[in-house]
């Protein structure tokens, strides 16, 4: 069984639409992230949700919108797709948060290509 | 701004050689974490060191965290192709549960 999944594992759009990333964990963590990998490998927090109340906001713009609908999934909205938001979105989850974090567990990502 | 860097950024070597790949920082950290990321995968957790001068061994990886918790190395013995991959260190950057990578050393072991 897959711990953290994400669905699409690949997205290919025109700017301007509209696209979803889906993330589950079968994990029973009570944090979940969303990270995103720019074609340099840099890895940089985006959002984080503990027990579905969204805890980190890491001046994203308001086009990307989380949605934590209970604690095993958070997907990812994105509007008013951009040239510049093409990258791989990671999802991750950790038992805890806070200062005690500890290991975070990836989902394989979803590359977003944007045409 | 807690920030990581990693050097070198990109390691070619031959089967069979050892390698040390570096994370320093100005600031100090409570613990620092290594993962490993192959392509087309998330990263995977190595090892979190959590006290200054703490060697920590995962077969032929020694990971080291530096008295003053400032940076960690990670040092490989014998190197094989399945240790290709991309090492990322990561350490708790102050806010809640969030946790800063550095920008990854790419290495690359030929048979």
């Known amino acids: 069984d897959t711990a953290v999944s994400q669905t699409p594992k690949y997205l290919v759009t025109q700017m301007g639409n509209d696209k979803s990333i889906k993330c589950e964990q079968n994990?029973?963590?009570?944090?979940m992230y969303w990270y995103k990998q720019d074609s340099k490998k840099f890895l940089k927090i985006m959002f984080s949700?503990?027990?579905?109340?969204?805890?980190i906001n890491e001046t994203v713009p308001n086009r990307f919108s989380p949605k934590s609908p209970d604690k095993a999934h958070l997907n990812l909205h994105i509007n008013s797709l951009e040239l510049g938001d093409s990258a791989v979105y990671f999802c991750?989850?950790?038992?805890?948060?806070?200062?005690?974090?500890?290991?975070?567990?990836f989902g394989e990502g979803s590359r977003l290509t944007v045409l | 701004t807690q920030l990581l860097e990693q050097s070198p950024q990109f390691l070619s070597i031959q089967e069979g050689e050892n390698l040390t790949v570096y994370c320093n920082s100005s600031?100090?950290?409570?613990?620092l974490q290594w993962y490993r990321q192959e392509p087309g995968e998330g990263p995977v957790l190595l090892v979190t060191?959590?006290?200054?001068?703490e060697v920590k061994k995962l077969k032929r990886l020694t990971f080291q965290f530096g008295d003053a918790r400032k940076d960690s190395s990670l040092h490989i013995t014998a190197a094989q192709p399945g240790d290709t991959g991309l090492y990322l260190c990561?350490?708790?950057?102050?806010?809640?549960?969030?946790?800063?990578f550095g920008a990854g050393t790419q290495v690359v072991v030929t048979p």
């Open positions: 991750a989850s950790s038992l805890a948060g806070g200062p005690n974090t500890g290991e975070l567990f």
């Open positions: 600031s100090v950290f409570s613990s």
């Open positions: 994990l029973g963590h009570d944090t």
């Open positions: 990561a350490g708790p950057a102050g806010s809640w549960g969030k946790l800063q």
């Open positions: 949700y503990n027990n579905k109340e969204l805890i």
């Open positions: 060191v959590v006290t200054g001068g």
